[in-house]
């Protein structure tokens, strides 16, 4: 069972910039993985910011951006807000299944 | 616009079986996977496996391999996913999710509490 890894927690200051990783046990990942990157706050469903690696939802901020970095899925925000505060989950394609990355905890401070 | 309604929060003891239903509308229903998704406390994200209504293609994660089965009911577009011998650990918040062939995800269910006790 492939294994996938993120940050366990990051920490970012009112408009900054945060890349946050997602990486692979079965090598690097290329599109072939179709990375998804979500956010969950408490209390609400996860809602999902990027598809395929790098593409954008109408309603993902222009802020968020999707990326193949050293190897491994990232999602960067650029001009950090209050209310980007969130876990974040990366999902990446298995052999006919998916799995979940253990979410990074971002904290703006 | 697309919609994805899950059945309310359920309480089952240990050993007992759930069925949790997610209600499709805005678009056409056999032309999207279906997957399932669960929020443990204090846990992260957990993917249960996915169905295409269309051929009944099904997919699970090894670990939850004959314990759970989706399917889909094309004339009420509902997708059902049971779980069969409950322990504690199901306990969470289990979310239905919309995918396009080749990882296009998008939107979800509003979730459905579980607790098993």
Known sequence: QTVVTQEPSLT???GGTVTLTC?????????SFYANWFQQKPGQAPRTLIYTTSQKHSWTPDRFSGSLLGGKAALTLSGVQPEDEAEYYCLLYSGHTWV???GTKLTVL | QVQLVQSGAAVRKPGASLRVSCKASGYTFTDYYIHWVRLAPGQGLEWLGRVFPRDAGIHYPQKFQGRVTMTGDTSTSTVYMDLAHLTS???ALYFCLR???????????QG????VS
């Open chain 1, 23 to 31: 990486a692979s046990s079965a090598g690097a990942v290329t599109s």
């Open chain 2, 89 to 91: 650990e199901d306990t």
């Open chain 2, 112 to 115: 459905t509490l579980v607790t």
């Open chain 2, 99 to 109: 995918e396009r062939d080749g990882g296009y995800f998008d939107y979800w269910g």
């Open chain 1, 100 to 102: 979940f990355g253990g």
């Open chain 1, 12 to 14: 970012v200051s009112p």
